[in-house]
């Protein structure tokens, strides 16, 4: 049985028009401060804009008389997994033409940038143009709230083309009951925390093109830095506290944002991820500052980071290979993990999570009651539906099958075991903390497989499989 025909793919066609259209004037944006700086590297940003923008016109224009009405979850997915792949294409055409960087590098980078993976290929930062240190902080920016979110924003009109790519990204919570008006207050809402905390840096005392960036890898949970010791750079703990902030209204729902004001604060203090995140930080915290000898910033700086799946980190990678194991295996259940459904981070996400071991608690109970009795699931006063508690449980176990399945091979390639599982791990969870073996002498096979890694953790798994499970339908006779 064919499962995607002809009309299936005008569709994504005509779809996809806006998304290169939106990724082209992404590209744009750096020439800002190519200007401001006198770097004149035109062309590096102008050549893949001018690209995508002029193929997504084509798109939209020659396939515009098809039936957008048509548009389906399935469509989204497609759409969804392209606009993350394309993107991450344009920018590393960007990073190749600006640095001269191999472009599986270059693809590599703007991958994880994308994602907020936070990991580089580049060995020395510090030495690049400062367009290309912002665009690399835009990256971040913009596929913390998400790619295809930024793009439906700004272009798409709202209808059931807006519906199918919200749900895309793997999103269900409307601030609004229009998911075009709920967009848009969830962009507010992560304007206003950036331009807080560019403010909140430079009153701390770093100069406005280090807040800027800074801000933007950070609220979005991207960590990727200016600085070859990113964070830890700075040797200051206010501008670590100002960190810790920001990464943890990153990893909160943008609905618990939104109802903040309205309620006073209750909503943020009564929300059950929030409360989870800040007590398992403190938990764990102590846990390992009684357990180790590490400092006790880095410390709370890394757990906070690895919860938040951020990935900016004070401490080396080379320092933290050498905490005790079980300080760095407490960081893989929190790297595994992540923070609330609904906001900029990656991995499992708490909801999943507490679904799991919700449906595993229920089955003991239905064991141990009379025969034939029903026990509910519920979270937040609502019962949980069954199809959530086996999708919970279903998305968990492919979750894993890709970490083991990259572990296997990093293994086959030499690496040791301990560090590659937990690079895996924070691959697979757009984390970006790890253990000194992602860089730019990783094996090109291995650099592919982490990419694709990176893709599926962030548009978590099922639309890169439907995306897959597609394009092998096309060639089938």
């Known amino acids: 049985m064919r499962y995607i025909n002809k009309t299936d793919l005008l569709i994504v066609a005509e779809n996809s028009g806006n998304i290169m259209i939106g990724i082209g004037a992404m590209c744009l944006i750096p020439l800002i401060f190519d200007f401001i700086y006198f770097e004149f590297d035109i062309i590096s940003f102008l050549l893949p804009a001018a690209f995508s923008m002029g193929l997504g016109f084509f798109f939209s224009k020659h396939f515009e008389k098809v039936k957008t009405n048509k548009v389906r979850l399935k469509h989204g997915m497609i759409l969804s997994a392209f606009a993350w792949l394309w993107a991450s294409i344009m920018g590393g055409l960007v990073f190749t033409l600006a640095t001269n960087m191999p472009i599986i590098d270059a693809v590599f980078e703007s991958m994880s940038a994308l994602t907020g993976s936070g990991m580089t290929m580049y060995p020395d930062v510090e030495i690049l143009p400062h367009s ?14 998400g790619v295809v979110v930024m793009v439906i924003t700004v272009l798409t009109k709202p209808g059931t083309v807006s519906s199918k790519l919200y749900q895309s ?20 809402i992560y ?28 609220i979005s949970t991207g960590g990727m830095s200016i600085k070859n010791a990113n964070m830890g750079f700075y040797h200051d703990d206010v501008i670590y506290f100002i960190s810790i902030i920001l990464m943890i209204l990153g990893a909160t729902s943008f609905l618990v944002h939104y109802k903040v004001i309205k309620t006073r604060g209750k909503s943020l203090l009564e929300d059950l991820q929030f409360k989870i995140i800040i007590c398992v930080i403190a938990l764990v915290t102590l846990m390992l500052y009684y357990l180790s000898n590490i400092v006790p910033m880095d410390l709370l700086f890394t757990v906070v980071s690895a919860i938040t799946t951020t990935g900016a980190n004070v401490a080396s990678p080379a320092t933290m290979a050498s905490w005790p194991p079980f300080v760095i295996i407490c960081l893989m259940c929190l790297i595994l993990t992540g923070g609330s459904n609904g906001s900029t981070v990656g991995a499992i996400k708490l909801v999943r999570m507490i679904t799991f071991f919700k449906g595993i608690y229920r089955h003991i109970r239905e064991v141990l009651s009379p025969e034939g009795r029903v026990v509910p699931i519920k979270l937040h006063g609502n019962t949980i539906p069954e199809k959530a508690i086996s999708q919970s449980g279903n998305f968990i176990t492919l979750y894993m099958m890709f970490i083991m399945f990259t572990w296997a091979l990093f293994c086959l390639f030499g690496y040791d075991p301990f560090r590659s599982l937990f690079a895996v791990m924070s691959l697979q969870g757009n984390n970006g903390l790890e253990l000194g073996i992602i860089n730019s002498a990783l094996h090109p096979v291995l650099k592919v497989v982490s990419m694709f890694n990176m893709w599926t953790g962030r548009i978590e798994i099922y639309p890169v499989l439907i995306t897959l499970r597609a394009f092998f339908e096309i060639f089938k006779r």
């Open 132 to 145: 290309v240190l912002f665009f690399r902080a835009f990256e971040q920016w913009v596929g913390g709230l």
């Open 169 to 188: 990204e793997a999103r269900d919570e409307r601030i609004r009951p229009s998911v075009k008006t709920t967009l848009k207050r969830t962009l507010d």
């Open 191 to 218: 304007a206003i925390y950036t331009i807080a905390g560019i403010a909140l840096y430079m009153l701390a005392g770093l100069p406005a093109f280090d807040s800027i960036c800074n801000t933007l890898s950070i």
